[in-house]
């Protein structure tokens, strides 16, 4: 060890709205503070769906740490919200309304490029006063350790550089996260994944379209048959010019049943419900995705390790319980903890401290309980259980079940808008698909109108995606390329499918000494780094170096 | 730290931008100017050890008042604190040497002394790459040439270098040079930033070089203002500023004649190939008599 290293009081890894948040509030409590994004711009790296919140009850919000952000940063304020429950041609809608407003000051529709970027600048200004700054382009490749202790980082792009805390706020594929020991991916039924589509729209027609008033925005979650029994739904909500519709499943069933996301998205896509506001001229602005975790089962109760704080994504903290989809704001509230603790710790003389510290104001202010409901872990998790599921499956889809639903009727409205209720949900196809396409049979109605989107063929999706492509430095390498262990990734992944060559994985047969083996070729290429690999295949998965690999426009 | 970059203005000869005759010749009036793209590795050189040693980087050219604008590009996309124009029409149509000439004087009128100065390796338009060594030459500096990487110890005064030496095959030389030195850069330059707080500098300057730039080009797009005022980082001296005489200047100092002019032959990979079947006797003679010049090593 040397003491050439830099220094800085505080590095903060990931320039999203979680390390926005930290790193504002150590640049406002005078902390000396480092910002390491490794995009080439800030929410180049970055998907969301997008709604970002502020919840009554946080302790922090966004616009409580960039006052301006509304007005400058966010497309639509989100006043109206449905869900649609969908069979067919036959569709029953609910209204979100009061699920929506519970605890929520307000929602606005985001893309992140614009997002992440605008907070950028405002970090930057904030952190420059420390001394510190924010620099774009730097991969953050692992943890700097000094007598097996973690004391800084280690980066692609720079020397090596100390810090009294690292916040790792870089997202859920957090590498930080991993080599700390504090999150794995072995487990599909951990994470779901999101797959989105920005949709151009004409000067005006969302206003039409969705009857909304300027600045206005709607938004749309969509349930039942139309994703081939896959446990997850979709969304759409209305940004300035464009739309964000997208779908979001639990990888376990992605990755089980072979579905190709791309598929399942285009299944929304071209669905009669969505034909009048998507119209007849349909361009697709982008194609992303991303691996988002279920908090629920992730959310890390001790989410740090010495002086290493995770906060977002990369500490598990996406709260997604039925129609309750809200991430973003978690990370805001745990950035600006993370943060805070560090300085309280400081205060005290003891910087040390500072993990032990932010664990105790997540639990105090309520932040892990949104996270890992009480509710979910004794009845939801019972709920999940295969007996009981089949049971309640099959009682759902029975004769008996189906005038169950009728019988309640519009009373299940309520019980969709019930925060308690949504918080103890079962991860079982009967919230996504069982019931949502009962009541859509027994109480809705078939929607009028045609369809004419044609979605993009995968290898334009990938065309139209930009790239700095890194040659001779796959950031992915197959550790066993036997379709056992890595073959899921061909269709699981949301750049690949099968007998589609153009795609990151691909299979084929080869034959050696006169046998012939299945295996999976990789090419990280096209890749969209959303880390669905790195968890259903065999892989040793890195992010690419900075600046490079893809990047969004919309995000 | 001074450093002084050289640059020149040259054709722009990307597609779209540069327009030829009928007879293949480069037509300059429907050619936009653009700073010479090789000088740009020079300047982010100089950028370097600003970034790392600080001080105050000048970019100079010789050339006709429109250059101002190709100064403001190498201040926009690259840094510059101040610019320096040496222009009148005693120096027009000079050469690599009455180039190197004023060049130097120019470099000699500045209130400092420069600790570095750097030119890219030869223009885009002339191809020559006499002009940075020959300035070289007049300044008595040493000279390190195909710079690809540099580090400058300012307390010990030298500047250290790795240059691309081609060879067989490429091959790398470090050399130290004591200061003042001047500096060709390779267009295989790469500045490196290892050190946050060399980023963060890096991010600073590039910002303040892009509101310089813009507000030189508000200068440039007012006359009015610019009959009134200067704009205090850009300096314009004449022939009689640089206390130059004319005879050893401009195309009369020039001692380069220029004979003719032939065209580029393209590369092989541009040429269209033209079978010749070695039964056909008089194609082949044909072929023969074309090729007999190259034989003959003219």
């Known amino acids: ?158 020397d090596a550089i100390r810090a009294d ?35 151009d729209m004409p000067e005006g027609a969302i206003e039409k379209r969705f009857n909304v008033d300027e600045g206005e925005g709607v938004a749309h979650l969509f349930s039942g048959d139309l994703f081939e029994g896959a446990r997850g739904g979709g969304f759409l909500y ?108 400081r205060s005290r003389g003891d910087t040390a401290e500072a993990g032990e510290r932010y664990e105790a104001k997540l639990e ?55 925060p308690f209720l949504v918080g103890m949900l079962p991860d079982t196809k009967l919230g996504y698909v069982t019931l949502p396409t009962a009541i859509a049979e027994e109480l809705g109605a078939p929607v009028a109108g045609e369809s004419t989107v044609e979605t993009p063929e995968l290898d334009d999706r990938i065309g139209d995606l930009t790239y700095d492509i890194d040659e001779g430095n796959p950031h992915i390498e197959l ?20 007998d589609f060559g153009g795609g990151c994985y691909r299979d084929e047969y080869v034959a050696t000494n006169g046998t012939e083996k299945r295996v999976v070729s990789l090419d990280t290429q096209p890749c969209v780094e959303c880390g669905t690999c790195a968890v259903v295949a065999d892989t040793d998965w890195t992010h690419p170096r900075g600046g490079k690999g893809v990047e969004y426009k919309q995000g | ?65 429109g250059y101002m604008e190709v100064l403001q590009e190498g201040m926009r996309d690259v840094y510059a604190d101040d610019l320096y124009l040496l222009s009148d029409r005693e120096m027009g149509a000079a050469d690599t040497w009455a180039t190197a000439m004023t060049a130097a004087t120019g470099i000699d009128k500045l209130d400092e002394r420069p600790d570095l100065v750097f030119a890219g390796f030869k223009t885009a338009d002339g191809e020559t790459g006499h002009t940075g060594p020959q300035t070289e030459w007049c300044l008595d500096m040493p000279l390190i040439t195909h710079v690809i990487s540099l580090e400058v110890d ?15 095959a490429d091959e790398i030389e470090t050399v130290k040079a004591p200061l003042p030195a001047f500096i060709v850069t390779d267009p295989e330059f790469e500045a490196s930033y290892h050190r946050a707080e060399h980023r963060l500098e890096h991010k600073d300057l590039r910002e303040t070089t892009r509101k310089r730039a813009d507000e030189f080009g508000e200068y440039l797009a007012d006359d009015s203002e610019k009959e009134a005022t200067e704009w205090d980082r850009f300096t314009m001296w004449n022939h009689a500023d640089l206390n130059l005489d004319p005879d050893f200047i401009g195309l009369d100092g020039s001692p380069t004649i220029v004979a003719g002019v032939d065209p580029i032959p393209k590369a092989p990979s541009e040429r269209e190939a033209t079978p010749v079947d070695p039964e056909d006797e008089a194609d082949m003679e044909g072929l023969i008599d074309e090729l007999a010049p190259y034989a003959a090593g003219d």
Request: one cysteine or more; aromatic letters at 6%.
């Open chain 1, 1 to 158: 060890m040397t003491d050439d290293y830099e220094h800085y009081e505080a590095v903060v890894v990931g320039a999203g709205p979680g390390g926005a948040a930290a790193a504002a509030t150590l640049a406002r409590n005078d902390v000396e503070t480092l910002v390491l994004e490794r995009g080439t711009d800030a929410g180049a790296k970055n998907v969301s769906g997008g709604l970002i919140y502020a919840e009554e009850s946080a302790p922090y919000t966004i616009d409580d740490l960039f006052p301006d952000f509304r007005e400058a940063a966010t497309d639509r304020a989100v006043t109206e919200h449905y869900i649609h429950n969908v069979s067919g041609r036959n569709v029953k809608t609910f209204d979100l309304h009061d699920l929506h407003h519970h605890d929520t000051e307000w929602a606005d529709s985001v893309l992140r490029r614009k997002m992440d970027s605008w907070l950028a600048d405002r970090v930057h200004e904030m952190t420059r006063e420390t001394g510190g700054g924010l620099l774009t382009d730097v991969r953050v490749s692992g943890l700097l350790r000094e007598g097996g202790r973690i004391v800084g980082v280690t980066c692609d792009e720079l």
């Open chain 1, 165 to 199: 805390v690292v916040v790792a706020a870089d997202g859920v594929n957090s590498e930080l996260a991993r080599d700390a020991g504090l999150m794995d991916w072995e487990e599909p039924e951990e994470w779901f994944q999101g797959v989105k589509a920005v949709v």
């Open chain 1, 238 to 345: 209305t940004n300035d010019d464009s739309l964000s519709i997208g779908t979001v499943f639990h990888l376990d069933s992605i990755a089980e049943e072979r579905h190709e996301p791309q598929e399942l998205l285009d299944n929304l896509l071209t669905h009669p419900l969505l034909a009048d506001w998507i119209g007849d001229d349909y361009e697709e602005l982008e194609y992303s995705a991303k691996l988002v975790p279920d908090s629920k089962k992730v959310a890390h109760p001790s989410p740090h390790r010495d002086r290493l704080l995770l906060v977002g994504d990369a500490a598990g903290q996406m709260q997604a319980q039925g129609p309750i989809i809200k991430g973003m704001n978690h990370a805001v509230t745990a950035g600006a903890l993370a943060a805070e603790a560090f300085v309280d710790a």
């Open chain 1, 364 to 418: 105090n202010e309520g932040v892990m309980d949104k996270l890992r409901p009480t509710r979910y872990r004794t009845l939801g998790r019972l709920g999940e259980a295969e007996p009981i599921a089949s049971v309640t499956d099959a009682v759902v889809d029975s004769p008996v079940g189906r005038a169950a639903v009728g019988l309640l009727g519009d009373s299940l409205e309520r019980l969709y808008n019930s």
């Open chain 1, 479 to 498: 550790r066993d390329n036997s379709f056992a262990a890595s073959g899921t990734a061909v269709t699981a992944c949301p750049v690949s499918a099968k």
């Open chain 2, 1 to 65: 730290m001074r450093s002084v970059v050289l640059t020149k203005g040259v054709p722009d000869f990307r597609e779209g931008q540069v327009s030829f005759d009928e007879d293949g010749h480069l037509e300059r009036g429907k050619t936009p100017t653009v700073m010479n793209p090789n000088d740009k590795y020079a300047l982010r050189a100089a950028l370097q050890t600003k970034v790392r040693q600080g001080g105050t980087v000048s970019l100079m050219s010789m050339g006709p008042p």
């Open chain 2, 154 to 168: 300012p307390d010990e005064e030298h500047v250290r270098a790795k240059r691309l030496v081609e060879a067989e």
